[in-house]
């Protein structure tokens, strides 16, 4: 497990109180906000926030300059059905996930399938892979797309990550794409991805890290926090999350040359200034 050198990438910790209904409300706009992207024509009906992370289009051509930034290949994109990929993340977690053939991988905010389609082909047909997605309208495209691409060891479930609909150690690895900073509540994202792995199972996710803490009026833009920018954490405080949930070999890694696709994620406002792309990387003994 890499780690990059990254002094400014170690905060003190600062704890946010939400409260019920302020997380309803995050969980309302992200759902809300997704619907759109699983329905978008063009990247202004997305989020409201121009090139985010979900402020996405359903232009192959856009999409797929998105998607090589990220790290995946064109042989990558490819192998999956037209519309799987809208251009979500802030990285490529199959990359560190080291997949095997037969292994179980669950996908935390699985969108249109991308990740999930790219794992099945690597866990094969003896494998199986199980999409969670919180908006109905995800759901409903990934699975047409599955049905497109005849992947009948993937499966979708509709589903929050706080509440995996997923039985207790039955998976290998879960892998996840700029989605745990949305959560409201990531630390029972954590101790539910603890419960349904099996003993030695593994995350590999990307996922958006604060690197200072974000300005008040970052926090409360609940634009900028559907665009997975203003829900980002500590690294401090994630792995004191996975720690709590129990898991061991923690590894945080920040990408810095992330700052170059988030600044246009919400042009103009310095998101740069305090969040990058990251991996994270955690086993449960």
């Known amino acids: ?23 309803d409300d995050i969980r309302q706009q992200v759902r809300d906000s997704y619907a759109k992207v699983a329905q978008a024509d063009n990247a202004g009906e997305a989020c409201g926030v121009g090139s985010s992370c979900c402020g996405v289009s359903d232009d ?24 799987a990929d809208m251009g979500i993340g802030c990285g490529n977690p199959r990359a560190i996930a080291s997949l095997q053939p037969g292994e179980v991988v669950v996908d935390l905010g699985s969108g249109g399938g991308f990740d999930a389609f790219l794992a099945a082909a690597e866990v094969g047909t003896t494998g199986r892979v199980i999409g969670v997605d919180m908006t109905p309208d995800m759901i409903s495209k990934s699975r047409t797309n599955a049905e497109k691409g005849q992947f009948e060891q993937v499966e979708f479930r509709l589903g929050e990550i706080e509440n995996l ?17 949305l959560s409201p509540n990531k630390g029972r994202v954590f101790e539910e991805a603890f419960r349904v792995l099996k003993p030695g199972g593994r995350l590999a996710i990307s996922d958006v890290v604060a ?23 500590h ?37 740069e200034d305090f969040v990058v792309s990251a991996t994270i990387e955690a086993v449960k003994p």
């Open 211 to 233: 690197t200072v803490e974000l300005p008040d009026e970052m926090r409360d833009d609940l634009a900028l926090y559907s665009g997975c920018m203003a829900g980002a954490s």
């Open 1 to 23: 497990m890499s780690q990059e050198e990254n002094s400014c990438c170690e905060p003190t910790e600062v704890a946010v109180s939400i409260g019920a209904r302020q997380a």
């Open 235 to 271: 690294i401090g405080e994630l792995e004191q999350h996975m720690a709590d949930a129990g898991f061991s070999k923690i590894a945080v890694a920040p990408k810095d040359d992330s700052r170059d696709f988030i600044k246009d994620w919400a042009p103009g406002r310095g998101v």
């Open 165 to 181: 609909p997923v039985a207790n150690d039955t998976v290998d690895v879960i892998i996840s794409n700029c989605v745990i900073n």
């Open 60 to 83: 192959d051509q856009i999409n797929t300059l998105i998607s090589t930034r990220l790290g995946y290949s064109y042989e990558d994109l490819d192998a999956v059905p037209e519309g």
